[in-house]
C-alpha cells in the first residue's frame, strides 16, 4: 500500500505454525515478523527484535501474557484475529495504553451451524453409515443401522446467547422442540420454555446443546448426575467448550449406555481427544472446527487487516475490545 | 386379538432377510408366512401355501408382480409397509379386485432432515473430520482441512414438492439462498426464484439437491455438462434416486475437480457404490437410509397393522392407493 511504502510498520504475528491465513495480506501493507520461526526461544526473540514492534497480531489464541507485552517496549496495539480475546492480559494492555482490536462475531453462525450438523449426524448416524458404506459393508439392502427422527425431539439449549438463540432458530423448522436454561429467562418474545437449572432441563429432554461460555460456575456443569437424569437415549452436543463436561465421566457414561450418544467439537485437554470415544458408533467428532470456516477466516483477515490499516492512518478502529 | 382369535387371517410378509420390524406386531393379531425364510423358489412356495393367502405384506420395495399376485387365489389386499408402491403392479391388483394401502407420507420429514444433514456434512466436512479425530491424526491444534459456511450458499432445490419445500425451509434459517427448478414455477406466495430448467439453475446456484422423483423426463437431469456449469465450487446433494444423476460422470468430474463435493444417500446400482469414491474426502455417503428412522418404522408398522386390521373387520382403510 502507498500509504506504508516508505515507513512500513513493523507487525509481528504471534501464531501456531499451521495457521497462515494471515501472513500473505500482511505483507502487503506491513514488515512482518513471525515468532514461530525463530529457532530462540520466544522470550529471547522478543528481546533481540521488539524495539520496532508496533502491532501484534494474534492467531489462534496464543497467549499474549504481561512478559510478552512488557517485552515491546513500542507496541501499540494488539490485533486479534479472532472473536475471543481472553488470551490477552486486558490488564495489562490498559496500564500501556496499547489498544485491542478483534474480529467482531463472524463466527457464531459457522458455530451454530456445526451445532445442527452434529446433532444430525449423531441422530442419523451420518459419519457411521459413511464409513459403513467405505468399508464395503453394505453389501446387502436394509441391514444397515437405523436413526432417529428430529421432529418432536425435546432439545434443551444450555446458554441462549447469541449463538444459542442462532441454533434454536435453525432447529425450529425440524419440528423440535425447545428448551433453555441460563442465568434467567429471556424476554416474553423469546419463544422458548425456560429452566432455571440444569437438572430440570435434563429430566425433561431428549438433547442438551451446550452453547455457554466455561466459566467457573459452569465448570463440569454436565457431570454424572445431569448424564443420568438425561437418560440411556439421551445426546449431548458441546460446540462450548470441552471443560463445560466431565469428560472422563461422559466417556463412562457412553461405555456404559446412561447417556445414548454424543457430538463433540471441544474437549477438555486440546488436541487431546479421550481414545475410548474412537471406537463408539454413537459419537461424531471434530477438532474444534466449530468456528473455522474459508468464509469466516477470510472476513477475519479483512477486518484484522483494515483494523491495522485504520490504527497506523489514525482511523476509528473497527472493533475494538 | 381377540376378534381374530377363531379365525386368524392369512398373512403372507414378502420382506428382505433384515428387514424384520413388521414381524412381531403383525404375530399378535395374523397367522403370518414369509417368503424368504422358504427354502424352495418363490413361485413353487406361492403354489404350495398360496390358497390360503388373504393379504400380502410387502417391505422394503421387493416387486409384487403380476405372477406373484396370480399365485395367490385368495388375495384381497396388498399392504405396502412403505410410502412407495411402484413396485407393485397396481394393474393386476386393480383387475384382481385386490386392495392395496401404503403408509402415508411419514418419510417426508426424515428424508428432508437428511438432505440438510448431508449438505453440512459435505460443507463442514464432518464425516472427513470425524475420520482425521479417529485416525489420530488431531496431533496438532489448527492442521486440520477447514469447511465452508452456509450463510448466503446459493441452493438450488430441483423438484419443489412436498420433500423439496421441507428441504427449503429448514435450510432458510441457516441464511441460504434458495431457488428452485420444477415443471411450473409454484404460486406467488412460495418465496423462493424459479428457474425454468437446470442448466440456468446450476449457472445461477453453489448447490444443487435433487429432490424430484424419477421419470423419463428425469432420468440423468444431472448429466456432465449440469455439473460443468455448476462449476468447480460446486456440490450436489441426492436424495431423490441414482438414475437423476449420470453416476459416472458424476465420479469423473469430481476425481477431476470439475465440481467440489457431493452428498448421495442413492446410487445408480444399489447397494453398489462407485468404489472411487471410497477414497474421496469431499463425498459423504449413506445407504439409501434417507426416509428411515425407528420412529418411521414405528409409524409404519402401525398403519400398515391398522390397515389390515381394519380391512378384516369391514371399516375404512387408513390409506389407499
Redesign the interface.
Known sequence: MEEYSSVSPVVLVHR????DFIDEPLSHSFTVLYTHTSPEPLLDFLSSNASSVRAVVSV?RLPITAEFISNLPSLEIVVCASVGFDHVDLDECRRRGVAVTNAGDSYG??VA??A???L??VL?R??A??????S?Q???????P??????QKKVGIVGLGSIGSLVA??L????CIISYNSRSPKPDNVPYFYYPDILSLAADNDILILCCSLTDETHHIVDREVMETLGKNGIIINIGRGGLVDEKEMVKCLVEGVIWGVGLDVFDN??E?PEEL?GLENV??????AG??????KNVTEVSVANLKAFFSDQPLIFTV
Open positions: 501456531p505454525p499451521a495457521m489462534g453462525e459457522d451451524d456445526l445442527v450438523g452434529l444430525i449426524s442419523r451420518i459419519p453409515l459413511d464409513r459403513y458404506i467405505r464395503g453394505w453389501t446387502r439392502l436394509w441391514d444397515y437405523i436413526g432417529f427422527k428430529l421432529d432458530k435453525r425450529e423448522p425440524f419440528g486440546e488436541p481427544v474412537f461424531v467428532l471434530s477438532p474444534h472446527s473455522m470456516t474459508a468464509e469466516s477466516l
